[in-house]
T-cell receptor, first 113, second 111 residues
Framework: ETGVTQTPRHLVMGMTNKKSLKCEQHLGHNAMYWYKQSAKKPLELMFVYNFKEQTENNSVPSRFSPECPNSSHLFLHLHTLQPEDSALYLC????????????FGPGTRLTVL | QKEVEQNSGPLSVPEGAIASLNCTYSDRVSQSFFWYRQYSGKSPELIMSIYSNGDKEDGRFTAQLNKASQYVSLLIRDSQPSDSATYLCAAVSGSARQLTFGSGTQLTVLP
């Protein structure tokens, strides 16, 4: 296990459910990231937070809503998802966005029915 | 157009051989490059970073960067079955300095 933890590790939800993914980093970093990894596709950056401020939103649909209450915690709130949103959701952290050595959590495997 | 390209493989090498993984990138101003290893069902693990032209060695791993050719490679010497994984190349690109990943190369080391 790395210094980045994610819960839950697996999540199955219906299209009308609301759920949240949680990420916590114990590395003293200031930047945190959400990525989506689908089969046979490159990692897709979703959101970037640097010192708790959102600095990037890569045209992510509004059914995904991030929250970063402090530099150690990051959430991804999910509502009215689509089956094509099923994927591995990865959280990562780095010292800040100037130093891009990013360390990943174990991921949440999401299945939308 | 993909910004970071890798051969998807699969690449198979016998145990003890040198595995060579290649990556090209399109953003000429990219300055930072990374190799991640991802075992099946696991998350990516950072194994090498390289910022300057030339070679960087860390144990059995050597990263090579050629900015003129926009080319990054990873050599794994004395390959072991435990090296079997997907290797992701990533480059920092764009004014926002985002980390862009390639699709990965699947490596299998045959005992």
């Amino acid at each position: 296990e790395t210094g980045v933890t994610q819960t839950p590790r697996h999540l199955v939800m219906g299209m009308t459910n609301k759920k949240s993914l949680k990420c916590e980093q114990h590395l003293g970093h200031n930047a945190m990231y959400w990525y989506k990894q689908s089969a046979k596709k490159p990692l897709e950056l979703m959101f970037v937070y640097n010192f708790k401020e959102q600095t990037e939103n890569n045209s992510v649909p509004s059914r995904f809503s991030p929250e970063c209450p402090n530099s150690s915690h990051l959430f991804l709130h999910l509502h009215t998802l689509q089956p094509e949103d099923s994927a591995l959701y990865l959280c990562a952290s780095s010292q800040d966005t100037q130093y891009n050595e990013q360390f990943f959590g174990p991921g949440t495997r999401l299945t939308v029915l | 157009q993909k910004e970071v390209e890798q051969n998807s493989g699969p690449l198979s090498v016998p145990e003890g051989a040198i595995a060579s993984l290649n990556c090209t990138y399109s953003d000429r101003v990219s300055q930072s490059f990374f190799w991640y290893r991802q075992y099946s069902g696991k998350s990516p693990e950072l194994i090498m970073s390289i910022y300057s032209n030339g070679d960087k060695e860390d144990g059995r791993f050597t990263a090579q960067l050629n900015k003129a050719s926009q080319y990054v490679s990873l050599l794994i010497r004395d390959s072991q079955p435990s090296d079997s994984a997907t290797y992701l190349c990533a480059a920092v690109s764009g004014s926002a300095r985002q980390l862009t990943f390639g699709s990965g190369t699947q490596l299998t080391v045959l005992p």
